[in-house]
T-cell receptor, first 113, second 109 residues
Framework: DVKVTQSSRYLVKRTGEKVFLECVQDMDHENMFWYRQDPGLGLRLIYFSYDVKMKEKGDIPEGYSVSREKKERFSLILESASTNQTSMYLC????????????FGPGTRLLVL | RKEVEQDPGPFNVPEGATVAFNCTYSNSASQSFFWYRQDCRKEPKLLMSVYSSGNEDGRFTAQLNRASQYISLLIRDSKLSDSATYLCVVGTGGFKTIFGAGTRLFVKA
C-alpha cells in the first residue's frame, strides 16, 4: 500500500502567519494533489503536481502556493493565513500506472484565529 | 448547480438492512466514476470503481447510468462497521476528479 504522510494532524495559526503544510509519499508516484474539505462542499482541489517542479492550479488556488522540489514531497503554503482558510487539508497521490486510485494522507486540521 | 450532487443524509438504518445511495453528475463527458468511503476524522479511501456494466464486491454493488448521468451504490446486509460517509467521485479527464460532498450512513444495532 502507498503510504502518504502529512506533517501535522492539527495546527493552530494566527491571521497573517505564513503556514507550511507538507506531504510525503513513499512510492515514487508522479502525481500529487492538495485538497481542502469543508462541510457541505466536499473536497475541492487547490493545486496539483505531475512531476518535480511542475504545478497546476486547481479549482481554488487563491491564497495558496505550492512547492515540489523532490518527487516524494509536495508542500502547500498559505502565504498569509486568513480565517476563511480554516479547514481540513488533504494530500493525495495517484500513480501514473493506476489512475483509478487516489491515496490520501491522514489530513491536517488547520484553525486560523 | 454542483458538478456532483449527493443526498447528504444522514441515512439511519438497522443492521441487516439494504440501503442505496444515488449521485448525479452534470458533465456528460465524465469518464470515470468511483465511490470512496470516509470514516469520521479519517481520510477517504477507495471503496470501488464504477463501470458501465455495473460491478459488485461482496455486499456492495455499484451501477452507472450514463444516459441519466447518475451512479448508485447499494449496500446489502448492512453492518455496524459500514457507518461512514460515502463520497461519489467523478473523473473528467486527465487526473482531474470532482468529489461530491458525501452521504452519511449510520447503521444501528
Amino acid at each position: 500500500d502507498v503510504k502518504v504522510t502529512q506533517s501535522s494532524r492539527y495546527l493552530v495559526k494566527r491571521t497573517g502567519e505564513k503556514v507550511f503544510l507538507e506531504c510525503v509519499q513513499d512510492m515514487d508516484h508522479e502525481n500529487m494533489f492538495w485538497y481542502r474539505q469543508d462541510p457541505g462542499l466536499g473536497l475541492r482541489l487547490i493545486y496539483f503536481s505531475y512531476d518535480v517542479k511542475m504545478k497546476e492550479k486547481g479549482d481554488i488556488p487563491e491564497g495558496y502556493s505550492v512547492s515540489r522540489e523532490k518527487k516524494e514531497r509536495f508542500s502547500l503554503i498559505l502565504e498569509s493565513a486568513s480565517t476563511n482558510q480554516t479547514s481540513m487539508y488533504l494530500c493525495a497521490v495517484i500513480s501514473a500506472g493506476d489512475q483509478e486510485t487516489q491515496y490520501f494522507g491522514p489530513g491536517t486540521r488547520l484553525l486560523v484565529l | 448547480r454542483k458538478e456532483v450532487e449527493q443526498d447528504p443524509g444522514p441515512f439511519n438504518v438497522p443492521e441487516g438492512a439494504t440501503v442505496a445511495f444515488n449521485c448525479t453528475y452534470s458533465n456528460s463527458a465524465s469518464q470515470s466514476f468511483f465511490w470512496y468511503r470516509q470514516d469520521c476524522r479519517k481520510e477517504p479511501k477507495l471503496l470501488m470503481s464504477v463501470y458501465s456494466s455495473g460491478n459488485e464486491d461482496g455486499r456492495f454493488t455499484a451501477q452507472l447510468n450514463r444516459a441519466s448521468q447518475y451512479i448508485s451504490l447499494l449496500i446489502r446486509d448492512s453492518k455496524l462497521s459500514d457507518s461512514a460517509t460515502y463520497l461519489c467521485v467523478v473523473g473528467t479527464g486527465g487526473f482531474k476528479t470532482i468529489f461530491g460532498a458525501g452521504t452519511r450512513l449510520f447503521v444501528k444495532a
